[in-house]
C-alpha cells in the first residue's frame, strides 16, 4: 500500500511551458485534492474531486486545470507556466467529504520551479 | 484579517520542555480543528484533530478547541529531537462538503537535545 504517490519529485521550467504533475492513490479513496505551498505559508487549495468525472475549483485555482478519469489518478495541469507558480504541489485524498472529520493523506510532494 | 493566523517561529526549546502551539482564527462557522506535522521536504501527516470546543489528548500530544476565543493550542509534553518539525494547524466547516481544509502558515519547532 503506497498510499499518495506523486511525480516528478522536482521540476525547473521555462516561463510559458506546460506541464502535467501526478498523483495517484491505492487507497480507493473518492475524495482527492491538489494544494500548493509556497514558503513560510500554509497550504492553499488549488482544485479538488469528490469522484471519477468530478472537480471543482479551490481558493487558487487560476493558472491551472484538472481531470479526474479514474478512482486512483488525479493530474494537475499548468498549460503556460509563470515564475507565480514556482512552489511545492501537494496531492492530498480522503475517503469521504461531507460531515465528520476525514482524515486526508497526503503525498510527498512535487517541486516546481519556473525561470 | 486573514481567516487562520499562526506564528511562523522558530520556536526554539529544550529537549523535555513542554511546547504550545497556538492558532487564532476568524471564521466562526469552522467546527472541525486538525494539526498537521510536515517534516522537512515530506508532505503533512495527521497529528491530531477536535471537533468544536474541548480538549483531546493522545500520549504526550494535547489539542485544546476554544471556540469562544477562535483559539485553537497543541501542546507537546516531554518534547523530543524526533517532534522537530513544522506544525500546521487546519480547520473545516461542519458538513462543509468535499472542499479542503483552510491552514494556517506553520509553526516552525526546533527540539534541542
Known amino acids: 500500500n503506497a498510499g499518495v504517490t506523486q511525480t516528478p519529485k522536482f521540476r525547473i521550467l521555462k516561463i510559458g511551458q506546460s506541464m502535467t504533475l501526478q498523483c495517484t492513490q491505492d487507497?480507493?479513496?473518492?475524495?482527492m485534492y491538489w494544494y500548493r505551498q509556497d514558503p513560510g505559508m500554509g497550504l492553499k487549495l488549488i482544485y479538488y474531486?469528490?469522484?471519477?468525472?468530478?472537480?471543482d475549483k479551490g481558493e487558487v485555482p487560476n493558472g491551472y486545470n484538472v481531470s479526474r478519469s479514474t478512482t486512483e489518478d488525479f493530474p494537475l495541469r499548468l498549460e503556460l507556466a509563470a515564475p507565480s507558480q514556482t512552489s511545492v504541489y501537494f496531492c492530498?485524498?480522503?475517503?469521504?467529504?461531507?460531515?465528520?472529520?476525514?482524515?486526508?493523506?497526503f503525498g510527498p510532494g512535487t517541486r516546481l520551479l519556473v525561470l | 484579517q486573514k481567516e487562520v493566523e499562526q506564528d511562523p517561529g522558530p520556536l526554539s526549546v529544550p529537549e523535555g520542555a513542554i511546547v504550545s502551539l497556538n492558532c487564532t482564527y476568524s471564521?466562526?462557522?469552522?467546527?472541525?480543528f486538525m494539526w498537521y506535522r510536515q517534516y522537512s521536504r515530506k508532505g503533512p501527516e495527521l497529528l491530531m484533530y477536535?471537533?468544536?470546543?474541548g480538549n483531546k489528548e493522545d500520549g504526550r500530544f494535547t489539542a485544546q478547541v476554544d471556540k469562544s476565543s477562535k483559539y485553537i493550542s497543541l501542546f507537546i509534553r516531554d518534547s523530543q529531537p524526533s517532534d522537530s518539525a513544522t506544525y500546521l494547524c487546519?480547520?473545516?466547516?461542519?458538513?462543509?462538503?468535499?472542499?479542503?481544509?483552510?491552514f494556517g502558515k506553520g509553526t516552525h519547532l526546533i527540539i534541542q537535545p
Open positions: 471564521n466562526s462557522a469552522f467546527q472541525y
Open positions: 487546519a480547520m473545516r466547516a461542519s458538513g462543509g462538503g468535499a472542499d479542503g481544509l483552510t
Open positions: 487507497m480507493n479513496h473518492n475524495y
Open positions: 492530498a485524498s480522503s475517503s469521504r467529504g461531507g460531515v465528520g472529520v476525514e482524515t486526508q493523506y
Open positions: 474531486s469528490v469522484g471519477a468525472g468530478i472537480t
Open positions: 477536535t471537533y468544536s470546543s
